[in-house]
């Protein structure tokens, strides 16, 4: 009788400790997913705030004084590079959130804001 009650108890906590290994095995598989995605996280901040601290806004022109749109092409006093540089600011793609409106100054950046914009 002792001898099946001892067998009986040792069973009992073979299986404790095996449901317990088990246990700390998927503590420890969790803790590695959430160590990996704190990182990937660390990371994505990183890089919103290198975009943010390499983004200055530019200051906006002056309007022209120009009589009707477009006469400033035909200004013969101003360099054929100002209007270049007009043009082309006319041309910048307009980064925005579909979500928020946030404007973003490129489009990495704004990728990175519609991901945590969505979530």
């Known amino acids: ?14 299986q404790r400790k095996e449901e ?8 420890l598989a969790e803790i590695d997913r959430l160590k990996q995605e704190g990182t990937s996280r660390a990371r994505i901040e990183e890089m919103q ?12 022109l002056p309007p022209s004084a120009a009589p009707f749109p477009g006469a400033a092409m035909f ?7 100002a209007r270049r540089r007009e043009d082309a600011q006319d ?3 307009d980064y925005r959130c579909p979500k928020c ?4 100054p490129d489009m990495d ?3 990175i804001h ?5 979530q």
Request: glycine share 0%; with cysteine; charged share 30%.
């Open 49 to 60: 705030q290198r975009h943010l601290e390499v983004y200055r806004p530019r200051p906006l």
């Open 75 to 81: 200004n013969p006093a101003q360099p054929p590079s």
């Open 1 to 14: 009788m002792d001898f099946l009650a001892e067998r009986e108890a040792r069973e009992k906590l073979n």
């Open 109 to 111: 950046t704004l990728q």
């Open 20 to 27: 317990l290994q088990e246990e700390l095995n998927k503590a």
């Open 91 to 93: 041309e910048l793609p």
């Open 101 to 104: 409106m946030y404007k973003a």
């Open 114 to 118: 519609v991901m945590d914009c969505i």
